[in-house]
């Protein structure tokens, strides 16, 4: 087996740009950690058997990034089976109706840059931590003003702890998460895609799940150049979490990097 870059984590992994991230991340050297919710266990397999078959390691953690004790075990399995975390990829989220945009697209985040920034600095300080904003969160959607308030949060999380670096105090519910960043080479920055052909948002604008992917991506092409927006595929999101999380990005920080198109 080749030599590798260490451990990455990518939340939200079973599908879409995490499938994609974590295959990416595997080319570029890393072990990967694939998580997500049990009944996502199947999908994940199918992630994992990939990865390997590339020649890294792969392991299956099942859970939700709501949950603080999951997402620290997430860490803490990591570092026992993989060694070092080096690259904490938050990418899980929801975009359906009535869900909790808030607790899984904000929260879930926040949960896994604290993590991440404790072990990494536990480690001597070199990490990646990244996580998915959206264009929402950067000009705001209007038929989903929770949903782009939470892709916002994650913005304004990564901005601030990307560029201070200094004794920040956060509510008491945390310690001083940016002294964990404080003289170190851990970056934090977000990417923020516009309109993917992925399957949440194919299910966004409810399109045929039975239709074949090329009909899939179609129709999604179809209906969203309605309202002027191209469609990406989730290998080009891949490509910039590939930078982000390099040793050459290393004099980004504090940053939300649009892939959208042109459509802003």
Known sequence: MASTKGAAIITGAAQGLGKAIALRLARDGFNVVLYDLPCKSSELKRVSDGIRAAGRQA????GDVTDEVSIKGLVDKTVIE???LRVMVANAGIIKPG?????VNLLGVFLCYREAARQ???QGGWGRIIGASSIAGLTGVGSSPAYSASKAGVAGLTRVLGTSKTSLP???????????LK????????????AINTPMAQASVQIDEKLSEEDKLEKLSERLDKIGLRVGDPDDVAGLVSYLASEESRFMTGQILQINGGSS
């Open 120 to 122: 990494m600095s536990k």
């Open 170 to 180: 956060i509510h008491d519910y945390d310690t001083l998460l940016a002294t964990e």
């Open 99 to 103: 869900t909790k945009f808030m607790d």
């Open 82 to 84: 993989l060694g070092p």
């Open 59 to 62: 392991i299956v953690v099942l």
């Open 183 to 194: 003289g170190t080479d851990i970056t934090v920055n977000a990417y923020a895609p516009g």
